[in-house]
């Protein structure tokens, strides 16, 4: 399985569940923000103890990263995710799933996988559903389905969860699941482009260049191409080089960076105005 789930931006990007911020867990929170991990991981001990899934899911994080120690425990964090996810945390849920997929601190198993990530889809968790999508896409865990698939997708999609957006967008410009369409395509890649995505970038570049759901355009392809390449698709680099030497003008070429530019600077939305 290619994708890789992007635990670590999960990880260092979870804010508490606990809608209290008192006692021990507000004193294990300000020791965490110093990064006095030793003194938070006291704290949160005692918040934890007491049910607190915030406190659970920061003690599992000291423990993946090894923060108080330098040393990282997959186990322990993994049992202190358990206890979160067991509390109802979707957050926890989705990462006790990935710790599974990975076989960190645990052999791995998709069946697991596959349990720890629709309870949390089930609750709304986006990254959890683009992860229940994939599996049935894949047969992992569960019996390969691509109509599940793309109500997984679907969901987290709408949620803006950009993964999900790409996946859909293949999903329809194959017809895996779903009936072939290439407008919906072009629609989830440019939703994903628009977030700043450098694959989703890529990929409507070669919608526009192919005329997938949209007449050809090669000015707008060199853009989206161009855009890609600069965020570090290392294949949009080659695509929009020969885009240039093969079908396009000087002038062309001249007006696709200044649309690039301008796009950038509109953080990517309605650029395919600006032709």
């Not at 423990?63 to 322990?76: A, R």
């Not at 410009?173 to 450098?198: C, P, R, Y």
Request: proline share 1%; hydrophobic share 40%.
């Amino acid at each position: 399985m290619k994708q890789v789930f992007r635990t670590m931006l999960i990880l260092t990007a979870i804010a508490s569940s606990s809608l209290l911020w008192a006692g021990e867990f507000e004193d294990g929170m300000r020791a965490w923000e110093q990064q006095n991990y030793r003194l938070a991981k006291e704290k949160f001990l005692i918040a934890a103890e007491q049910g607190n899934t915030g406190a659970q899911i920061r003690l599992g994080l000291i423990s993946y990263y090894g923060l108080d120690t330098t040393i990282k425990n997959y186990t322990q964090a993994l049992s202190w995710f358990k206890k979160a996810a067991e509390n109802g945390n979707t957050d926890a849920q989705f990462l006790v799933g990935a710790m599974y997929l990975k076989a960190e601190g645990v052999a791995q198993d998709y069946k697991q996988v596959m349990y720890w990530h629709n309870k949390a889809a089930e609750l709304g968790n986006a990254e959890a559903q683009t992860s229940v999508g994939r599996m049935y896409r894949d047969g992992l865990g569960v019996a390969q389905n691509n109509k599940q698939a793309v109500y997984w997708f679907s969901k987290a999609a709408n949620q803006g969860q950009v993964d999900a957006q790409k996946n859909l967008a293949v999903m329809y410009a194959k017809g895996d699941g779903v009936i072939q369409d290439n407008q919906q395509a072009l629609s989830w890649f440019a939703k994903a482009a628009e977030q700043g995505d450098a694959e989703g970038q890529h990929r409507l570049g070669l919608m526009y260049l192919l005329g997938k759901g949209v007449p050809p355009n090669v000015v707008i392809s060199h853009m989206w191409l161009n855009l890609a390449a600069s965020n570090g698709d290392a294949k949009a680099y080659k695509a929009r080089d020969e885009l240039a030497k093969s079908a396009m003008t000087g002038q062309q070429i001249e007006q696709a960076q200044q649309m690039a530019k301008q796009c950038h600077m509109q953080n990517y939305k309605n650029c395919d105005k600006l032709n």
